[in-house]
């Protein structure tokens, strides 16, 4: 995948201003350690770490962010702009862009149910499965041995990468990505237990999934079911969703929400709108995660949380009182000993209060 | 989904008593806030919160918990019965009941085994691959894009949904659910490191998994299998697993648990009867699990644990000492600065013993 | 499988030293609890509670450790050999090898590009998609339901088990495992985000994942691609990945590393070789983790890791500092007791400094 542009041309693509050789022909993209001289590459202050490769850089053009015109760059051209993470995205789409697509129509090896609904322009691979009633908006791509449950919709341009489920009545919205193992509307975790026996006797979901447009979901992870035949899973517009990540039955998360990999979310939860919650993040059921909410990796929640509070630690706390109190937990040896030595001092003895003889 | 029946016939089907206008004819069922004119609606006592919701509710008819006879709630009719969470499964079950199953038999382009043996009334859905001595009990449906290994047994009226494995010699019980993208019987996670290069070298694993009657499995959870040829990992009538679970070979799980989404099961540990683990417990391997334990989301569990103990935090401790535990943790900042205060009036100076110059 | 050999064939097979009757014939393997007189057991001293069973065990025959020639065990037959797992692994393998392997060729409802290139022996299972450019070198197994991307390279003697995709470009080592439902190549989790409106604009994913030479993946597990069209994601030779795991974009996995059930990893982080992750373990971006380190279950780690450091919690703190943090951590009630009587004693009152009135 060549870029085969000048320093010229791309400072045009990404609006930004040039320092330099600006005839300059790229043809290739890296990091800072990695460019050589016919390569583009970026210094992205997210991680100042990567100043001193910047100065080392063999790149033959760095994009910088403006804020950076002081930095030590010795590549031959140079491009500031206000957001390079921006201008890498721009390079990057231009560069995905020259992708093949896949080409429109039904591989003859799938299956479509008579009474299903495909749009113009629609693509569906090999071993796909499009069950009765389903649609399958304009410009969409069905990948190849995909599940398309009866009466699901896919919306417009949406993108179902390989071996995706959407069952029974779901809805994707519009540009949609949704990557390989993604399980869209299995049943809700719900059962009623006999008291005596102890039996859990499964309580049928019968609600759906519902996506806006513009969500993503990271490969294999699963969205449950409403369970009342009128409840919905909602997934916001725009909202993001990595690998690996639990949504339980009935909850509602917002739209612009950022769920990182691994994150679980119990059922009947309600998430606002941006919220960004870290890796592994596990929320219980039935609370309220106000919008732009932040929570660190790992964290666990347990009460409902207040709009823009950024919480951190299991069970999660504001992160600056977390942050205090994980101080003084490694403080821990010395305040027992200091109790112990002051009990001395006051003739108390050297044992704590309440301890037996185990010491 | 419409219920279509009127307020004595659900009274009826759930064994309640009814109040009000038994003569209503009901035609959908959603939640408290929800609910219209003709919906049937519940209040379950296990989420406080929701009283003020049944005070006001639109729905035409409430379910009532028989201990709520005095809780406020405007519907027309009300119907109360000892367990609403029951009630309302009842009435599901009657609306799952009308939905459609696949129709039996083996699509065309599905790839059974001539020495493969299908029960009667069987459905084996397009893509799906039944290997040589699998054994397909009666009535039970294979989905679209499932495998199943040769020599494994699928009990009567079991269901896989689309895109299940289950690989080579496993046995799934009667009536199991196992939902999209769940693997039973892949390896188990064992090697033998050779310590003076430190190459991992694969142990094969040659047993498989057992599921006993009436299990569920969420969606993309992992049953892995037993290590030696006899090894079974097991797990018991009636166990509810929730999506993205992992279970490591030998594990044996007991009858009736529930396992929250995303929990882990390190090898060869014995899980005894009616265990609930919350989600994204972990725990080790080779360790004994009691009947009855119940254990708080996220929890680490590293040591034996007692039938009936109640177990949270990571490390996990007893429930009350935990919390404890918690609250006192609170506190570290007020008691690091009283014991400051104490040192500094006993003229012990500021620092604590043991610290060095870091201060 | 029955393993059908002497005592003595055994000994020769694992390389030990035999004690007692070497003409005994034995049928199966199986635990020191389940093991009969036809079987043989083995005693595996990395777990000491596994010594009464051998006491007390049924079985033909037992490998023991030559450390263990004091203990007790009555079976007729006694192979003493260094390492007990290795001699396991070996009588395995020697099952494992009569096990029937796929059939080589390519299942007629396979669809296979015309220029995808397929080596000698290799066997493509029923629907499975290999796609333009795609290569399987010699002996390697696709199983059924997979997906190889366009230009994506599958190792010699690598095995897919059935719905494993690996998307286009990416390339696997030799002699690999993937496991059902394993994902390589998807696009990795970056956005580029609009501050002012929010949106998170899509990063495209233009790089590739490497995984070297024996690397194993376990079920469901995912390893994103990297950013840039030269990034690879790598997994080094000989590295074991179990169940579950998430390993972001641009993270590079040394060689012979283990990572149990569940863990994750955020992109552009760098694990050394022989490093070993506990099961849940989440380790944040952009971070370096030292050859040879380890870290125990469930810990998280937010810092660089030097070489051999073992870890524990969340945040990780080196094993014996955790303990200790740990163990003082129970003492937290009894601390809390002392100061207060401290105070008490000398006439502070019983309330800790900066505590406001809600006691």
Known sequence: MSIDQTVAEITRLVGGQAEGDAGLRLSGIAGLSDAGPQDLSYLDLAHQKYLAAAAATKAGCVILPAAARGAACPAPARIYVEN???????????????????????????????????????????????????????????????????GARIGRATRLYPQVTVRE???????????????????????????RTGTHHKVPQLGNVVLGDDVEIGASSTVDRGKLPRDSTVIGAGTKIDNLVQIGHNCRIGRGCLLVAQVGIAGST????????GGQVGIAGHLRIGDGAQVGAQSGIMADVEPRQILFGSPARPHREAFKLQAVYAKLPEMHAAIRDIRRKLGLGSEEPGRKSEA
Chains 1, 2, 3 share one sequence.
Not at 170 to 189: F, K, N, Q, S, T
Not at 270 to 277: E, K, N, P, S, Y
Request: hydrophobic share 45%.
């Open 169 to 195: 009545g779901c809805v994707v919205g519009e540009r949609c990505i949704l990557h390989p193992g993604v399980v869209i509307g299995a049943d809700g975790y719900g059962f009623d237990t006999d008291r």
């Open 84 to 150: 390079p993470q921006r201008a890498v995205r721009l390079v990057l789409e231009a560069l995905a862009a020259r992708q093949p697509r896949p080409a429109a129509g039904v591989h003859p090896q799938a299956v479509i149910h008579p009474e299903a609904r495909l749009g113009a322009g629609t693509s569906v691979g090999p071993f796909s499965v499009v069950e009765r009633g389903a649609e399958i908006a304009d410009g969409a791509v069905i990948g190849p041995q995909c599940y398309v449950g009866a």
């Open 270 to 277: 309600t998430v606002g709108d941006f919220v960004v919650l």
